[in-house]
């Protein structure tokens, strides 16, 4: 072997750079012998749970991840799913937690860019984005200066590639204060033969290193992900990488057209870890090695060396593996795009990844182990001492409000449930002209050009739940994302997800994120929305407090005509109204019981997951034959904010008249978030059909009200219980945020 020109490291270097003692051991059990600086730092960046996952690899495994339309699950770039006629969505969601609490715009924005060169390094051309985004409440100057970046960052990067922003979710909870998220989603549209893979196959190929060149920053991003934010965080903004729109849509064209024409034996994207997870993870899944002389890459900063160049994280960065034959080939296309390529290395037969700089070996060791041999753990759970106490919730000591208009006013007005026009204006969701459902409804949809197809997507999470009861929570987050799907009249296909948890080191977070697993995976089956791939962004925590365990769930549906579109918003005067499912008397977790009595606890709503399946079913059947007129899921704030969102979207009035006869508090009635429940709008000529679909697919249904008027008046039991104009009701919902961020 050649001299390794790099001092050897100790295991003080390796802790530093966030390796266990253990795990040190265990590098230097694999290489027989001391790591110099970058081997060392190549085994902290791909062994970080960012990259290994070696917490939660375990737990993981209890998601299902194959089905009919699986084309490729878990392991890839992005995961992919057959919606017929030789066509495929590819999608995916991921995190930039840490970044986005440093450098809110940097951090949301190279997000946005990584997620999207995920989806295009499987062949697809990026056609949506979707977002999550978790903050602390919007009376802090420092909240709201977050929030600002966060949603700027997205706007300016997304807009720039020219893909629509057309749907997404905003929280604001305590939970989140020292620790934002921000998970991005992309989805793509490919067909079958164009589908790509991220492999180093073919000894002797040649690896091309595209697009801009190589910096410091970003330098150990990986690690950065996964540790805790502390008062040190903001002294590495080195690890937050800054992103460039423009050079990634010359990048992305560029690729595709590669692809296209089959000049591309594998390609992946340089996110975290940089060169070192790309190179390591084609060469592991092809199982070859591969030789890269970092002296060749291209760099934008003077005097770097190797371990700088092989742990950069600097943005708009693809690795190609062609045929020699074919390295002129890629580039003269990457010139066309304005783009450079350069030839860095090669594949080699004796699975090592070997660094050269200058000819001169810097670092070799096994591409296997970096990429899958990392430590794997078993944490152990254990129900949180404080668990049981919040689940707890006396209703006799709940008084019921007076004035039920007021308190739907109120619910309408916090940040949680008010419009979030101020973000989504900030997007462009309409840029190539497919976005047929826009961000606002239940479900954002495209049309799929040259055919009557349309694809709905939607993302979700209830945190409180989680927190309440992780594996209710779980399950909930997997219903809702898909009920909104169904919603619009589409079938819910699969499921990308992004689980934010704490540090799962501590018993009490690993209880939590397994338990959420449980459930999710249990609503998965049931539902038959197999998991293609996601993230795990864990140690979200501040000072040893972490935020709520937040499943965020990315789910994709198709629909066969987008003619039979549904949205949220009431039609036509005179439509019946159908409250379909049933409620109960659940105010635990409730936005009702948080706003009004000042208590973030009791048990989630329940789950009848059965129930679920027969209801989603029936929307999606009910839309194909044409007899809704409006749909929306009855989330946040119970039924008297269905109701009004619902007259807000369509500018109708509605009168309801509900029968409770003493069967349940009428704050629950209202306010209660129960499960499995949606408001539909009929035709009046629909209803008897309507009526007999939902008794054969077992859906308790029933007859509440009409659209009409321009109020939206409750009545139960014959008496008037909320009465609110619509002008009264749509300035409370719709100023809410723009008035609390000019502040």
């Given at each position: 072997m050649h001299k390794l020109h790099l001092e050897l490291q100790s295991l003080d270097s390796a802790t530093a750079m966030g390796l266990k003692p253990q795990e040190y051991e265990k590098v230097i059990e694999i290489m027989g012998r001391v790591p110099n600086l970058v081997e060392l730092?190549?085994?902290?960046?791909?062994?970080?749970?960012?990259?290994?996952?070696?917490?939660?690899?375990?737990?993981?495994?209890?998601?299902?991840?194959?089905?009919?339309r699986v084309l490729q699950g878990p392991g890839e770039n992005a995961g992919v799913v057959d919606i017929g006629d030789d066509l495929a969505l590819v999608f995916k969601i991921e995190s930039h937690n840490h970044p986005s609490a440093i450098e809110p715009y940097q951090g949301a924005a190279t997000g946005v860019g990584g997620i999207v060169r995920d989806v295009f390094a499987m062949?697809?051309?990026?056609?949506?984005?979707?977002?999550?985004?978790?903050?602390?409440?919007?009376?802090?100057?420092?909240?709201?200066?977050?929030?600002?970046?966060?949603?700027?960052?997205?706007?300016?990067?997304?807009?720039?590639?020219?893909?629509?922003?057309?749907?997404?979710?905003?929280?604001?909870?305590?939970?989140?204060?020292?620790?934002?998220?921000?998970?991005?989603?992309?989805?793509?549209?490919?067909?079958?033969?164009?589908?790509?893979?991220?492999?180093?196959?073919?000894?002797?190929?040649?690896?091309i290193l595209i697009g801009a060149s190589t910096g410091r920053d970003g330098i150990h991003g990986a690690t950065f992900a996964s540790e805790e934010l502390s008062e040190q965080s903001a002294k590495k903004r080195p690890s937050v990488q800054v992103g460039d729109p423009f050079m990634e849509k010359l990048?992305?064209?560029?690729?595709?057209?590669?692809?296209?024409?089959?000049?591309?034996?594998?390609?992946?994207?340089?996110?975290?870890?940089?060169?070192?997870?790309?190179?390591?993870?084609?060469?592991?899944?092809?199982?070859?090695?591969?030789?890269?002389?970092?002296?060749?890459?291209p760099r934008r900063e003077s005097n770097m060396n190797p371990y700088e160049i092989m742990l950069s994280e600097s943005q708009e960065r693809m690795l190609l593996v062609v045929e020699p034959e074919k390295v002129s080939i890629v580039a003269e296309r990457c010139a066309k795009?304005?783009?450079?390529?350069?030839?860095?290395?090669?594949?080699?037969?004796?699975?090592?990844?070997?660094?050269?700089?200058?000819?001169?070996?810097?670092?070799?060791?096994?591409?296997?182990a970096l990429a899958s041999e990392g430590p794997v753990y078993s944490p152990v759970g254990a129900v949180p001492a404080w668990q049981e106490s919040v689940r707890c919730l006396d209703y006799s000591t709940i008084k019921e409000p007076q004035d039920l208009s007021e308190v739907l006013v109120a619910l309408l007005s916090?940040?949680?449930?008010?419009?979030?026009?101020?973000?989504?204006?900030?997007?462009?969701?309409?840029?190539?002209?497919?976005?047929?459902?826009?961000?606002?409804?239940?479900?954002?949809?495209?049309?799929?050009?040259?055919?009557?197809?349309?694809?709905?997507?939607?993302?979700?999470?209830?945190?409180?739940?989680?927190?309440?009861?992780?594996?209710?929570?779980?399950?909930?987050?997997?219903?809702?994302?898909?009920?909104?799907?169904?919603?619009?009249?589409?079938?819910?296909?699969?499921?990308?997800?992004?689980?934010?948890?704490?540090?799962?080191?501590?018993?009490?977070?690993?209880?939590?994120?397994?338990?959420?697993?449980?459930?999710?995976?249990?609503a998965c089956n049931a539902l038959n929305t197999p998991v293609t791939g996601g993230n795990v962004s864990l140690y979200n925590e501040t000072k040893g407090q972490a935020i709520y365990p937040t499943p965020t769930v990315g789910m994709v549906g198709l629909i066969e005509d987008i003619e039979k579109r549904v949205t949220q918003g009431f039609k036509n005067e005179g439509d019946t109204v159908y409250?379909?499912?049933?409620?109960?008397?659940?105010?635990?977790?409730?936005?009702?019981?948080?706003?009004?009595?000042?208590?973030?606890?009791?048990?989630p709503p329940q789950l009848n997951l059965q129930l679920e399946v027969h209801l989603q079913k029936l929307l999606v059947s009910a839309a194909k034959q044409g007899l809704l007129r409006s749909a929306h899921d009855c989330a946040e704030g119970g039924l008297a904010v269905t109701l009004s969102e619902s007259a807000i979207s369509g500018s109708k009035g509605v009168v309801i008249e509900l029968?409770?006869?003493?069967?349940l508090r009428?704050?629950?009635?209202?306010?209660?978030?129960?499960?499995?429940?949606?408001?539909?709008?009929?035709?009046?000529?629909?209803?008897?059909?309507?009526?007999?679909?939902?008794?054969?697919?077992?859906?308790?249904?029933?007859?509440?009200?009409?659209?009409?008027?321009?109020?939206?008046?409750?009545?139960?039991?014959?008496?008037?219980?909320?009465?609110?104009?619509?002008?009264?009701?749509?300035?409370?919902?719709?100023?809410?945020?723009?008035?609390?961020?000019?502040?």
């Amino acid at each position: 072997m050649h001299k390794l020109h790099l001092e050897l490291q100790s295991l003080d270097s390796a802790t530093a750079m966030g390796l266990k003692p253990q795990e040190y051991e265990k590098v230097i059990e694999i290489m027989g012998r001391v790591p110099n600086l970058v081997e060392l730092g190549m085994f902290a960046v791909m062994w970080s749970e960012h990259c290994s996952y070696k917490h939660s690899r375990r737990a993981l495994r209890q998601f299902p991840t194959t089905g009919a339309r699986v084309l490729q699950g878990p392991g890839e770039n992005a995961g992919v799913v057959d919606i017929g006629d030789d066509l495929a969505l590819v999608f995916k969601i991921e995190s930039h937690n840490h970044p986005s609490a440093i450098e809110p715009y940097q951090g949301a924005a190279t997000g946005v860019g990584g997620i999207v060169r995920d989806v295009f390094a499987m062949g697809a051309r990026p056609v949506a984005l979707l977002n999550s985004l978790r903050f602390g409440e919007l009376d802090s100057a420092h909240q709201r200066w977050l929030f600002s970046g966060v949603v700027a960052g997205i706007a300016g990067y997304g807009n720039c590639l020219g893909i629509p922003t057309v749907g997404g979710e905003v929280y604001f909870n305590q939970s989140y204060t020292g620790n934002c998220l921000v998970n991005a989603m992309c989805v793509g549209l490919i067909d079958h033969a164009s589908l790509a893979k991220g492999k180093a196959a073919g000894v002797g190929n040649r690896v091309i290193l595209i697009g801009a060149s190589t910096g410091r920053d970003g330098i150990h991003g990986a690690t950065f992900a996964s540790e805790e934010l502390s008062e040190q965080s903001a002294k590495k903004r080195p690890s937050v990488q800054v992103g460039d729109p423009f050079m990634e849509k010359l990048l992305l064209e560029a690729c595709l057209e590669l692809i296209k024409d089959k000049v591309i034996i594998g390609m992946q994207d340089l996110g975290a870890a940089g060169l070192t997870s790309s190179s390591s993870e084609m060469a592991a899944r092809a199982g070859t090695g591969l030789e890269l002389d970092v002296a060749r890459v291209p760099r934008r900063e003077s005097n770097m060396n190797p371990y700088e160049i092989m742990l950069s994280e600097s943005q708009e960065r693809m690795l190609l593996v062609v045929e020699p034959e074919k390295v002129s080939i890629v580039a003269e296309r990457c010139a066309k795009w304005g783009l450079t390529a350069t030839d860095v290395g090669q594949v080699t037969d004796d699975g090592l990844l070997r660094i050269l700089d200058d000819g001169e070996v810097a670092a070799e060791l096994s591409a296997a182990a970096l990429a899958s041999e990392g430590p794997v753990y078993s944490p152990v759970g254990a129900v949180p001492a404080w668990q049981e106490s919040v689940r707890c919730l006396d209703y006799s000591t709940i008084k019921e409000p007076q004035d039920l208009s007021e308190v739907l006013v109120a619910l309408l007005s916090t940040p949680n449930i008010a419009s979030k026009e101020w973000v989504y204006r900030q997007y462009d969701h309409m840029v190539r002209g497919d976005t047929v459902i826009l961000p606002g409804s239940d479900a954002a949809m495209l049309r799929i050009k040259g055919t009557q197809k349309g694809i709905a997507m939607s993302v979700d999470c209830n945190s409180r739940y989680v927190y309440l009861d992780p594996y209710t929570g779980g399950a909930i987050a997997v219903a809702e994302a898909a009920r909104n799907v169904a919603c619009s009249g589409a079938e819910p296909l699969a499921v990308t997800n992004c689980l934010n948890f704490g540090n799962p080191e501590k018993p009490e977070v690993f209880y939590q994120l397994n338990s959420a697993i449980q459930g999710m995976a249990a609503a998965c089956n049931a539902l038959n929305t197999p998991v293609t791939g996601g993230n795990v962004s864990l140690y979200n925590e501040t000072k040893g407090q972490a935020i709520y365990p937040t499943p965020t769930v990315g789910m994709v549906g198709l629909i066969e005509d987008i003619e039979k579109r549904v949205t949220q918003g009431f039609k036509n005067e005179g439509d019946t109204v159908y409250l379909l499912g049933t409620t109960h008397d659940e105010l635990g977790g409730s936005e009702y019981l948080k706003l009004r009595h000042g208590l973030e606890q009791g048990m989630p709503p329940q789950l009848n997951l059965q129930l679920e399946v027969h209801l989603q079913k029936l929307l999606v059947s009910a839309a194909k034959q044409g007899l809704l007129r409006s749909a929306h899921d009855c989330a946040e704030g119970g039924l008297a904010v269905t109701l009004s969102e619902s007259a807000i979207s369509g500018s109708k009035g509605v009168v309801i008249e509900l029968i409770n006869q003493g069967a349940l508090r009428l704050d629950s009635l209202l306010f209660g978030e129960s499960q499995s429940r949606v408001i539909v709008s009929v035709a009046p000529q629909d209803n008897a059909q309507f009526e007999l679909l939902c008794g054969g697919h077992n859906v308790p249904c029933q007859t509440v009200g009409k659209v009409q008027g321009r109020s939206v008046v409750v009545r139960v039991d014959g008496q008037e219980v909320i009465a609110k104009t619509l002008g009264e009701i749509q300035k409370a919902w719709r100023e809410a945020i723009p008035c609390l961020m000019s502040q």
